[in-house]
């Protein structure tokens, strides 16, 4: 079965053993005791991840985010703050200092990432059109500094990995390039079936230097429950997704 704890370690020991260089992005939109048990994993195997938390209840968990902190793991700021105050600029960057704050307690944060919130009207990189959050001492935000020519982005938006297709916000510019090169998995499988080649991303043809992993913590479970759960609920969020899509067109 994909989405396991178990599928996401084999991922993990296929990515050391390919000898690319990677990096692990994870999105903690609720469950965040998943997040933990994925932290744990990681620091089994001597890997470091970011780990971005919203404010609201269902991922902001203060004990999670310090035993996360506390495996070696950096804590960031999932930030939706003008979805939360309705499109309000003004307002909206007052809740982001806030809310940076709040996770500062935690964790020294210089790593901020827009979470997409599909059904919202409001996009919250648009907070960034009136504001610099370098002015706040960040100095990422994965949907501006990261350079998608070099590097390769995978992402279990829609719980799979081409998700691309249903993904209202959670895009980048090249996505056409490595469809048309190929780069193009469905299943965790197919993803560690071309780590297992020798030179995966030479083989590209293409000038990629490493791997950006974003996963969403609360699908990778071992609790069957669970995981019918998160398959038949996102499954309708894709469905959803799609209409949102059309409409926007």
């Not at 089994?44 to 070696?72: H, M, T």
């Not at 791997?211 to 038949?232: A, G, N």
């Amino acid at each position: 079965m994909d989405f396991t704890r178990r599928k996401y370690r084999e991922l993990l020991v296929a990515l050391q053993r390919s000898g690319l260089s990677f990096h692990l992005r994870h999105d903690v939109d609720k469950r965040p005791q998943h997040s933990l048990a994925l932290a744990q994993i990681e620091h089994e195997l001597g890997v470091q991840a970011v780990y971005y938390f919203r404010c609201v209840d269902e991922s902001n968990d203060p004990e999670v985010i310090r035993q996360i902190a506390a495996l070696g793991h950096e804590i960031g700021y999932h930030y939706e703050d003008m979805s939360l105050c309705d499109g309000n600029a003004e307002q909206a960057i007052q809740h982001f200092e806030k809310w940076l704050g709040y996770f500062r307690q935690f964790y020294p944060v210089h790593r901020i990432c827009m979470h997409g919130a599909p059904t919202s009207q409001y996009d919250g990189k648009d907070l960034w059109k009136h504001y610099d959050y370098r002015d706040y001492g960040i100095d990422y935000e994965p949907y501006f500094d990261e350079d998608y020519t070099k590097t390769f982005y995978l992402t279990d938006t829609g719980r799979c990995w081409d998700g691309y297709k249903v993904s209202v916000r959670d895009k980048v510019s090249e996505q056409e390039k490595w469809n048309q090169a190929g780069l193009v998995f469905h299943s965790t499988d197919d993803i560690i079936r071309w780590l297992q080649q020798p030179n995966p991303l030479e083989k590209s043809g293409l000038p990629l230097q490493s791997i950006l992993i974003t996963t969403h913590p609360q699908r990778w479970t071992e609790s069957k429950v669970e995981w019918w759960q998160e398959k038949l609920t996102q499954s309708l969020k894709n469905l959803i997704k799609r209409i949102l899509i059309w409409l926007r067109k």
